[in-house]
């Protein structure tokens, strides 16, 4: 049990993922199927969605639990996990609507300054783009990026500060939607920029899948097409074809893609662990379990 790098975060989160890959489907596939019952289902989606995380997190720790006894761990937490989802996302509406409206009034600051707004007249003008094509295109890509942090800057950085809120609920003892958030805020304290690096592996890592669904749509839709177009009475059934196979595209990406994210999230918390608090094999003196949980296994 050792501190992980941010390679090797995203390659524990893989292996434990094929290992587990029947199972972690079946409870996304069950989670998303919640979703269609309004807020019980809700909650129980978010409740299904940090099992994946909790039976990933005793799997690194080597006191793997099965899934009825996570359930069971689970079950008086599943509105816990629904109120906790509401506070981040209130806390990043709140966050993006306060950004929106400091960097409208920078960007006004900056349009009714002259000196300024020559400043990037200029820059931007066709005599300087001509005569210096890449500072024009660095100017560009900066501002671009200026923008892109005054408007979203913040409410990424908080996103980035919750992002295992809901594990401490998942899997530690004594803990509330409130107390989680707190947990997750303290935890990830300087993990802002690995968190980018894990971010960046990651969709590499998916973008072969996501290449491949793309392509097996183009396919399919190529098909479709020509089938339609040979039958003019069929353009009706074409249309609503069409639609439930983008449905279908979407909630197999979506049904793939929830586990993946939720055993990266219980391999940074785990990771986490390590490094702020010197988690060790002996849960009950970190006190993330209660005593009955820790013999709970398979």
């Known amino acids: 049990m050792q501190p992980l790098t941010i390679g090797n975060i995203i390659n524990v989160s893989i292996n434990l993922y094929r290992q587990h890959f029947k199972l972690y489907l079946r409870l996304a596939l069950f989670a998303f199927l919640w979703l269609l019952v309004p807020l019980y289902g809700w909650a129980k989606f978010f409740s299904n969605s940090a099992l994946i995380s909790r039976l990933t997190f005793n799997e690194l720790i080597g006191n793997p639990e099965t899934p ?6 689970l079950k008086p937490r599943t509105w816990g996990f629904l109120l906790t989802n509401i506070l981040i996302l209130s806390a990043l509406l709140f966050t993006l609507v306060i950004s929106f409206i400091l960097a409208s009034i920078v960007i006004w600051i900056i349009f009714i ?26 100017f560009i890509f900066v501002f671009i990026f200026f923008l892109l942090s005054l408007y979203f800057g913040a409410t990424w950085w908080l996103y980035c500060r919750l992002f295992i809120a809901t594990l401490p609920l998942a899997i530690e003892a004594k ?11 303290r935890l990830t304290k300087g993990y802002f920029f690995k968190f980018q690096g894990i971010l960046i592996i990651a969709s590499l890592v998916i973008t072969p899948l996501e290449l491949s669904l793309y392509f097996i749509s183009l396919i399919v839709i190529g098909i479709l097409s020509v089938f339609a177009s040979n039958f003019n009475n069929y353009q009706v059934y074409y249309s609503m074809a069409l639609e439930i196979f983008y449905l279908v595209i979407l909630a197999i990406n979506m049904i793939i893609f929830l586990p993946f994210i939720q055993s990266i999230k219980a391999v ?12 060790g094999l002996d849960l009950a003196r970190n006190n993330l379990f209660p005593e009955t949980e820790l013999s709970q296994g398979n």
């Not at 009825?68 to 761990?73: D, L, N, P, Q, T």
């Not at 940074?268 to 988690?279: K, M």
């Open 68 to 73: 009825k006894s996570a359930r069971r761990y």
């Open 113 to 138: 300054t002259p000196a300024l707004r020559s400043s990037i007249e200029i820059l931007l003008g066709e005599t300087f783009v001509t005569n210096n094509v890449f500072l024009a295109l660095l």
């Open 268 to 279: 940074i918390y785990y990771n986490l662990l390590l490094r702020r608090e010197g988690f």
């Open 175 to 185: 803990i509330n939607p409130v107390t989680t958030i707190f947990r997750s805020f």
